[in-house]
């Protein structure tokens, strides 16, 4: 246990964080698999614009910290390969 108050404020900001990033993650997750399931259902429209709000969610997490940046474009990439697969 913590004894000196920087201490205990330091576990208070990382319970926090920790929340926080969580949080942003399950975002990412929960609108990948939405476009997902666009993508398995066939609806091109749907799946470009769940692409563009998925892209947009990568970015803000990735600029937050939470995800490294190449993560981000990585994830990004492998959308858009399969976006383009399903438009072919």
Same mark, same amino acid.
């Given at each position: 246990m913590a004894h000196s108050r920087s201490a205990k404020k330091r576990i208070r900001q990382n319970l926090m964080r920790r929340a926080i990033n969580r949080?942003?993650? $399950?975002? !990412?997750?929960? @609108?990948?698999? &939405?476009? %997902?399931? &666009? !993508?398995?259902?066939? %609806? &091109? @429209?749907? @799946?470009?614009?769940?692409? $563009? @709000?998925?892209?947009? !969610?990568l970015d803000q997490v990735a600029a937050k910290g939470t995800i490294h940046k190449n993560a981000a &474009? $990585?994830?990004?990439s492998r959308l858009a390969k399969r976006l383009n697969a399903m438009a072919k």
């Open positions: 949080w942003r993650k $399950r975002q !990412v997750k929960g @609108a990948e698999k &939405a476009f %997902d399931e &666009a !993508v398995h259902g066939g %609806d &091109a @429209a749907k @799946a470009g614009e769940l692409y $563009r @709000a998925t892209t947009k !969610v &474009a $990585r994830k990004k």
